[in-house]
Structure formats: C-alpha cells, structure tokens
C-alpha cells in the first residue's frame, strides 16, 4: 500500500494504523460467506496485505501467529468443502442460522441494531455489500467498515485523524466486542473443522488486542 501519511499527528501511529488496515481486509475476506462470494473475489487478494505484514514484524503488538497459515488454508480448501463446512456451521443464509454470524441476532439488543449499523455506515459512505454477506451487520461486513476507517484514520490531518481514531473505538466497543466473541466461543467449541475455530478464536484475540490498543493510541493521539 504505497501511500502518504505525512498529514497525520504521528507517524509511528499512522504506520501502525495501515498495517492494522491490512489485518482488518484479511479477516474481512477469511470471514466471508464462501456461497455468496464465490466466484467474486480476485486471485491473489492476500498477496499485498501478507507482505505488508511481513516486512513488519516487530512493529505490531498484536499476536498475528497463525494468521499467514489460516490464509494458506482458506486458499488451498476446495471451494465446494469450504462452502460445506459455512452451511453447516452458520447456515445458508439469515433466514436458516445455526451459529449467527450476523449481530442483530446475537447481541443482547437485537431489535434496531442493523438499522443503527446502516446508518453509521450511510454517514461515512461505507458500501457495505462489496464486503460479502447478506446483511448489513455481518461479520465480515462489520470487519470491512473497521479497514474502511482505519484507512481513513492513518491517512488524515489530526482533527479528523482523531475522528476516525474514537469512531473506531466505538464501533469495537458498542458493536464488535457486544456480540463477536459469544460467537466465536461457540464455533470454537464446535470444532467441526480445522479452519472456522482456529479462524474465529484468533481473530476474538485480535479484537480484544486491537481495542484495548485503540483505547491507549487515542489517548497518545491527542496529546499529539
């Protein structure tokens, strides 16, 4: 991602914030509804993202073991066992879920919750369906708005950084973390196959890490 961050506050945050933007487009296609997009996502959209993440070892302070190897899987499963493995585990769609990948069903407040979510989304111009799944509040979907802003955060001026920065935070707290990691603990606890529960369990790590980093970087980014 050969781009400036010159107009950031800081610049150590604005690296940190792209590489993060990396991480969040590979957790967002990991988690994609193989039924819905197959035949729709590019050959070799991990290439620029896995790089990226490998000239910074060192840098990130997130545990990313494992991520490479979840990446290799999804891309050597035959498409026809890894659209079987989804249905079984989440169904084939909103009206037929076993686990819920979609928040409005899991969170402890269902009714509203995507219509709030589509409109956040409506006010930062995010398209959401360009992400995969059928709904608005899909996990993979949810996880393409938080690379769209992280994008967003590590290119801007500091108002505006500071901006997408607590929009961040906000969505992790009131969204992501209200309903993800109930989820993940149930397709752990399935193990019904190797990639979905080695998937989900490191990225609930990764979003509790990226939160609890979001949280601390706000406050250096104001004082920037």
Known sequence: MNISTSSHPSSE????????THIYSLYSQLVRSPIESAGKVSFGWEQESLQALKGARGTLEFDLD???ELVVMHRETLPEEMQQNYRELFGDDERDLHIPIQEEVVSGIP??????IKRIYDYFGYRPFEYGGQ???HLSVELGFMKVITLREALSDREAAISYAMVQRDFLER?????FPS???????????????R?????????AQDAKWRRESLDILKAA
């Open 175 to 179: 969204h992501m973390l209200r309903w």
């Open 199 to 207: 998937l989900f369990e490191k990225l609930a790590i990764f979003l």
């Open 135 to 137: 709904s608005a509040d």
């Open 13 to 20: 945050l604005a690296k940190i914030s792209l590489l993060r």
């Open 111 to 116: 009714v509203g919750t995507k219509d709030e």
């Open 183 to 197: 989820a993940a603990d149930q397709v752990v606890e399935t193990h019904h196959d190797d990639f979905y529960p």
């Open 66 to 68: 494992g991520l490479e």
